[in-house]
T-cell receptor, first 117, second 115 residues
Framework: GAVVSQHPSWVICKSGTSVKIECRSL??????MFWYRQFPKQSLMLMATSNEGSKATYEQGVEKDKFLINHASLTLSTLTVTSAHPEDSSFYIC?????????????FGDGTRLSIL | AQTVTQSQPEMSVQEAETVTLSCTYD???????LFWYKQPPSRQMILVIRQEAYKQQNATENRFSVNFQKAAKSFSLKISDSQLGDAAMYFC????????????FGGGTRLMVKP
């Protein structure tokens, strides 16, 4: 159990377009989901914490108007990169915690490779 | 703020041998969790092992074990009988309830396994 599905796995689009990435917990409910960004050969950097039914909490330096996060249900969070530019190209990974239990580990999606031309 | 440091950017081990990856962290909290994640070339994040800070006993998962030294804030990962499939990036991570369960990652260690 504890499967997290992330879609799409790879997207290439033109500069100026908006891209939506979905993160779904398939077999459990996730009150909290997290969005990370990873540049090549670097570690994961937390972008924001997504809580079901409330506004996301963004980390310092992350533009909330650029990276829109919606957590409308207990099994789905979405990250929309608005007006994407080449510098937004990166690997984006989501994770989810089963229920709201702090004793549970985070379960990761397989990530989305975003390439902006 | 919590920080996690992995001082070894790269490590190499001969197949069937044992290797230890280092991790240190800094925190003022007493109740927290420590993790080791594996990221193979597919970039999928795979949980290798998890340690609860209030447990003195070191966690083990088959060929993977940790040496958790709470006073020294050290959390090393030992891989025994290394296999070719163990080659990957390994990330040490920290989380706590007080920090909203967010994970703070170390910089990672690239492990290469020689046949």
């Amino acid at each position: 159990g504890a499967v997290v599905s992330q879609h799409p796995s790879w997207v290439i689009c033109k500069s100026g377009t908006s891209v939506k990435i979905e993160c779904r917990s398939l077999d459990f409910q996730a009150t909290t989901m997290f969005w990370y960004r990873q540049f090549p050969k670097q570690s994961l950097m937390l972008m924001a914490t997504s809580n079901e039914g409330s506004k996301a909490t963004y980390e310092q330096g992350v533009e909330k108007d650029k990276f829109l996060i919606n957590h409308a249900s207990l099994t789905l969070s979405t990250l929309t990169v608005t007006s994407a530019h080449p510098e937004d190209s990166s690997f984006y990974i989501c994770s989810a915690i089963r229920g709201g239990n702090s004793n549970q580990p985070q379960h990761f999606g397989d990530g989305t490779r975003l390439s902006i031309l | 703020a919590q920080t996690v440091t992995q001082s070894q950017p790269e490590m190499s081990v001969q197949e069937a041998e044992t290797v230890t990856l280092s991790c240190t962290y800094d925190t003022s909290e007493s109740d927290y969790y420590l993790f080791w994640y594996k990221q193979p070339p597919s970039r999928q994040m795979i949980l290798v092992i998890r340690q609860e800070a209030y447990k003195q006993q070191n966690a083990t998962e088959n060929r993977f074990s940790v040496n958790f030294q709470k006073a020294a804030k050290s959390f090393s990962l030992k891989i025994s009988d290394s296999q070719l499939g163990d080659a990957a990036m390994y990330f040490c991570a920290y989380s706590s309830k007080d920090a909203g369960n967010m994970l703070t990652f170390g910089g990672g260690t690239r492990l290469m396994v020689k046949p």
